[in-house]
């Protein structure tokens, strides 16, 4: 059983676009992570959830709004796609709410790509 | 905030060959995790580890965290070692600050 999972793999779209990722995992953890991974494969923060509430947001467009409607699903929905937001997006669970503590588990990663 | 520093940058070996990858940080950590992304885009987890030494087969890891920096040994490397080897930590509140990653291509 995958830990953490992620839905869609792959995602092309057009500029203007608005589309959403979603990411679940089964290790019943209560942080759940939204992280950027830039063409230079520089990996980034973007939010934390605890238990269904947001805890950490970087500096983030308001074009990106996290989702979290249990404490095992974060969906991520970007509105109004623009060329760079083109990257790979992960998904991230650790067990507690003491953040900066527990390891933590990645999903597969969405490839998202703006046209 | 935490700066984290990944030596050497890219890393070419011969199938067989042993490595050092470094990972110096810049403060007290509470966390530190070492991942694998292989060619396929997968971030695999191989360490967690805030201090100590950890062994997993033909992966060991050692943390110093008084001297900041922690160290990825890689014996009889393979090619399915190839890809990108991040450090990862956390310090204090902050969320899981990355390195920019060793580039590792194991060649037969």
């Known amino acids: 059983d995958t830990a953490v999972s992620q839905t869609p793999k792959y995602l092309v779209t057009q500029m203007g676009n608005d589309k959403s990722i979603k990411c679940e995992q089964n290790l019943g953890h209560d942080t759940m992570y939204w992280y950027k991974q830039d063409s230079k494969k520089f990996l980034k923060i973007m939010f934390s959830y605890n238990n269904k509430e947001l805890i950490i947001n970087e500096t983030v467009p308001n074009r990106f709004s996290p989702k979290s409607p249990d404490k095992a699903h974060l969906n991520l929905h970007i509105n109004s796609l623009e060329l760079g937001d083109s990257a790979v997006y992960f998904c991230a669970s650790s067990q507690d709410v003491r953040v900066s503590y527990n390891e933590q588990f990645f999903g597969p990663g969405t490839r998202l790509t703006v046209l | 905030g935490i700066q984290v520093e990944q030596s050497p940058p890219d890393l070419i070996l011969q199938e067989g060959a042993n490595s050092t990858l470094r990972c110096n940080f810049s403060d007290s950590v509470n966390n530190l995790q070492w991942f694998h992304q292989n060619p396929w885009g997968q971030l695999i987890n191989l360490f967690y580890i805030p201090s100590g030494t950890k062994q997993n087969g033909r992966l060991s890891a050692t943390t110093v965290a008084t001297e900041r920096y922690s160290l990825l040994y890689i014996s009889s490397s393979q090619t399915t070692d190839s890809g990108v080897y991040f450090c990862?930590?956390?310090?204090?509140?902050?969320?899981?600050?990355f390195g920019k990653g060793t580039r590792l291509s194991v060649i037969a």
């Open positions: 990862a930590v956390t310090s204090g509140n902050t969320p899981l600050v």
